[in-house]
C-alpha cells in the first residue's frame, strides 16, 4: 500500500470546481511537487489533506486508514504535517515554545499527570525541552531559541515553521510554497535543507512551489494541475518536455 492515496478527489465551492477527480499516490520517502498556475487547486488539495475542507467527492487513504471526517488535529495526529503559504506561527511566543507546541501535541503523558504535576510531566516537559533544542540547532535556530517568533526575519520564520511540523513527528510533511519571498541563495540552501530532512526524519514530502529550480532539483516525481486537473504526471525531465504542461504552465523559456 502507498503512504498516501489520493482516490477520485472533488471539492466544489458552489459552481467552482477547485478540485476535480484527483488521483494521487505517494509511497515511503517519496519527495513528489505539486505544480500549476495560480488558482489551480494545489492549497485546496492541502486542505483538503488536512481537514479543513471536507471533500465533496472522494476519498483519501493515509497509512491505509480513510482520514474521511477527521479534524486537522486529528491528521496531524495520524502523522500528516502541513507548512502554509503565508507563514502561520504563534508569533507572540519564542522560537522554542512555537517547537514544544508541535511536541504537545504527541505527547505521551496525560493531561492528568499535568494537571497534577506528576513526575511523568516532568520526565515529559524535559524530553520536550532536550528534543526541540535538538530541532532547532538542525534549522540552525537554537541561538534564538528565546526570541519572540514575530522578531525573526523571514527566511528564520520560514525555517521555524518547518522545524514546528517536524516536531509533530510526521511520516507526510505537506510544504506549501516554502521558498516564497526566498532570495536565490535561501532558495538553494532551502533545497538542500529539503533533501537532508526527507532522509534524516526518515519521511515522505509533498511539494508545493512556484520556483522550478527547486521543483525541477529536489523532487522525484511531479504532479501538474490545472483548474483543478491533472494534466500530467512524471520525472521532472518529463514534466518539462510535455507540451501540455509548457502550455498551461511553465512557457517556452523552461524547455
Ligand atoms: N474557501 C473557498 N471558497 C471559495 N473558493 C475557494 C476557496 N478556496 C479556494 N477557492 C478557489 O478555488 C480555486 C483554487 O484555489 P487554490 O488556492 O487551491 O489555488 P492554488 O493552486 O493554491 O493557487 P496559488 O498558486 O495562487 O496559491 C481558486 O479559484 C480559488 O479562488
Known sequence: MPL??????????????????????????????????????????FNLLTGVYEPTEGSVKFQSKDMRGLKPYQVTQS???????????????????????????????????????????????????????????IFNLEDKAEEVAKNLPYGEQRRLEIARALGTEPKLLLLDEPAA????????????????????FNLAILL?????????????????LDYGMIIAQGTPDEIKNNPKVIEAYLGEEVV
Open 208 to 224: 508545493i512551489e512556484h520556483d522550478m529550480s527547486l521543483v525541477m532539483g529536489v523532487c522525484e516525481r511531479i504532479y501538474v
Open 181 to 200: 519571498g526566498m532570495n536565490p541563495q535561501e532558495t538553494h540552501d532551502l533545497m538542500n535543507l529539503i533533501r537532508w530532512i526527507r532522509q534524516q
Open 79 to 137: 502523522g500528516m504535517a502541513r507548512t502554509f503559504q503565508n507563514i502561520r506561527l504563534f508569533s507572540d511566543l519564542t522560537v522554542i515554545e512555537n517547537v514544544k507546541i508541535a511536541y504537545h501535541q504527541r505527547s505521551s503523558y496525560s493531561t492528568l499527570s499535568a494537571f497534577l504535576r506528576l513526575p511523568s510531566y516532568y520526565a515529559g516537559e524535559e524530553e520536550m525541552q532536550r528534543k526541540a533544542m535538538e530541532l532547532l540547532k
Open 4 to 45: 498516501l492515496k489520493i482516490d477520485k478527489l472533488s471539492k466544489s465551492f458552489g459552481g467552482l470546481k477547485a478540485v476535480s477527480n484527483l488521483n494521487i499516490e505517494i509511497n515511503d520517502g517519496e519527495l513528489i511537487g505539486l505544480i500549476g498556475p495560480n488558482g489551480a487547486g494545489k492549497t485546496t488539495v
